[in-house]
Structure formats: C-alpha cells, structure tokens
C-alpha cells in the first residue's frame, strides 16, 4: 500500500503566484519522520525539510513554508510568489519504523512555473 | 557538488553487456542506498548498506548486484539487463538510518537497449 500519497501529478502556475503540494501519508508509528525534497532538471535529490511527528509547528523558510498536520495526516509545501527557478519535481517522503527508517517516496508532484 | 559522486552520468547498454555504477560519498555517512527513479513511478528503494553491510534488499532481480567496499564507496554491477531496467539510478547516503535525511547524487540514467 503506497505510505505517501501526491495526488497531484502536475502544476502549473504563472510567476509569482502561490502554489501548494499536497501531500498526505499514513503510518502506524508515534515517531516518524517526514521530507521534502526538490528534483531539478538536473537529476539530483535536493533536500528542503525533515519534520518529526512530535513537532507540528509549521515552518517558513523565505518564500517556502510547511503545514504539518496530524490530525489529517497531511504535510503539504507552500510556495509563495513562485518564481521560474521553482520548476522541479518535489517529492514527499516518509521514513518510519515500518521500512527501517529508510525513506518511502510518493510519486512526485511536476511543478512548472512559467513567466 | 553534493558530497555525493555517481559515475557514470549516462551509460548506454546492451542487454548482453555488464556494466557498473560507481557512487562516492565525501560525508563521513555510514549508510548508503540505491534507489531506482522510473517514469511515473515513485523511487523505489532498492538496496541499503548499513556500516558496509547490506541491510535491505527489495526484491531486486539478481541481475543487479551491489557491492560496498567500504563506507564511503557502492557500486551497483548490472548484468543481462532487460529494456525495462532503463532509469536513472540514485545513489544515497545518510548518518545511521536517515532519520535526518539522505544527501542523493545526481543519479546515472541507463538506458538499456
């Protein structure tokens, strides 16, 4: 059964708009962790945020910031005022007990932002 | 420069051939990993070294062999690959189980013909 769920396959936003990246997970665990990361066309994995589940306070970090909620399973990624640079693949992901702590993925979510 | 090397960037096989991907870690992490990115697929986890010993395997075909000679460095040796094997190939590395995260290469896109 897929752990994380990215339900949107593709965005696309004009520049400067806000967007958000959905992303919903499940897991038995008390402690768990959870990640973005950022895929540019480059190839590599870039890392933005790990969160553990006993820390719900949302998190800004310049024009990206996290809502991380329990009661709904959810860790969604806000972007505001998108700019072309923020084209990439993001991808959510989980690590918990379950796995051995190593990092389940969802399937990405294609952001396209154009000028 | 992530402080994690993948050679080669881009290798082009034939279904006979072997080949090998070599990844480089220069973090002092003791865990790495292998993870296949296929189109519309999520990552799929496919090997985990823990210390230099392989802790995970995900029912990955015996034509991918990995090998870790040390900490720092994992290969992965490919073998009578099929079509379907074509994808990037990402190597990872981390402090202890990755509870803090992996750092990722840039990955090898194999295409196998």
């Known amino acids: 059964a897929q752990k994380v769920t990215q339900a949107q396959t593709e965005i696309s936003v004009v520049e400067k708009e806000d967007v958000t990246l959905d992303c919903v997970y499940e897991?038995?665990?008390?402690?768990?962790?959870l990640f973005w990361y950022k895929q540019p066309p480059s190839g590599e994995l870039v890392f933005l945020i790990r969160r553990n589940s006993f820390d719900e306070q949302n998190e800004i970090s310049g024009r990206y910031s996290w809502n991380f909620q329990k009661s709904t399973s959810s860790f969604n990624f806000t972007i505001t005022a998108s700019q072309v640079v923020d084209s990439a693949v993001y991808f959510c992901?989980?690590?918990?007990?379950?796995?051995?702590?190593?990092?389940?993925f969802g399937k990405g979510t294609s952001l396209l932002v154009t000028p | 420069e992530t402080g994690v090397t993948q050679t080669p960037r881009h290798l082009v096989m034939g279904m006979t051939n072997k080949k090998s991907l070599k990844c480089e870690q220069h973090l002092g992490h003791n865990a790495m990993y292998w993870y296949k990115q296929s189109a519309k697929k999520p990552l799929e986890l496919m090997f985990v070294?823990?210390?230099?010993?392989?802790?995970e395997n995900n029912s990955v075909p015996s034509r991918f062999s990995p090998e870790c000679p040390n900490s720092s460095h994992l290969f992965l040796h490919l073998h009578t690959l099929q079509p379907e094997d074509s994808a990037l190939y990402l190597c990872?590395?981390?402090?202890?189980?990755?509870?803090?995260?992996?750092?990722f290469g840039s990955g090898t896109r194999l295409t196998v013909v």
């Open positions: 070294y823990n210390f230099k010993e392989q802790t």
């Open positions: 992901a989980l690590s918990d007990s379950n796995s051995g702590y190593a990092l389940n």
């Open positions: 897991t038995r665990d008390t402690t768990y962790y």
């Open positions: 990872a590395s981390s402090q202890d189980t990755g509870r803090d995260g992996y750092t």
